[in-house]
């Protein structure tokens, strides 16, 4: 059995404490998508939507790692409620492109508010703990500073 250094044991608990932290929140964003009878997926359809930037219902699949037969179902539901709208893609017009209609735009708006407040515990934490966790989780995902 191979020994686990210091530095993959730290990693180990950072990334269980994420995701505990994800976990204890997880009620919490079912509840605010609810609010604006949406399933956390479809509410996560409309944060990866951008305004004005057309989506290829392809590249949709690949950001939420699903089959594309899957999309079509989210997509027919946040279209029945007027909140997307399918277009044939600008240099292709066999691709189907997604976009937010004003409608849309107006929910993602209230969505991306309600899924940006954070939880209680990251709240109580100081302005330099909370610019500290905010600056490492940037550098975790690759954004930088």
Do not use: Y
Not at 1 to 13: D, G, H, K, L, Y
């Amino acid at each position: 059995m191979a020994t686990v250094s210091r530095q993959e044991t730290a990693a180990r608990e950072a990334w269980g404490l994420l995701m505990e932290l994800a976990f204890a929140n997880k009620s919490r964003f079912i509840a605010a998508m609810a609010e604006f009878d949406l399933t956390p997926a479809l509410g996560h359809v409309l944060r990866l939507l951008q305004p004005g930037k057309p989506l290829p219902l392809n590249d949709l699949a690949v950001a939420l790692h699903c089959d594309a037969s899957n999309v079509t179902g989210l997509v027919d539901r946040l279209e029945a409620r007027g909140l997307v709208a399918r277009q044939p893609g600008e240099r292709d017009r066999r691709v189907k492109e997604l976009v937010l209609t004003p409608e849309g735009l107006s929910v993602r708006t209230q969505v991306l508010d309600r899924m940006g407040t954070p939880p209680e515990g990251i709240r109580a934490l100081s302005a330099a703990d909370q610019r500290a966790l905010r600056d490492v989780l940037r550098r975790a995902l690759g954004r930088g500073q």
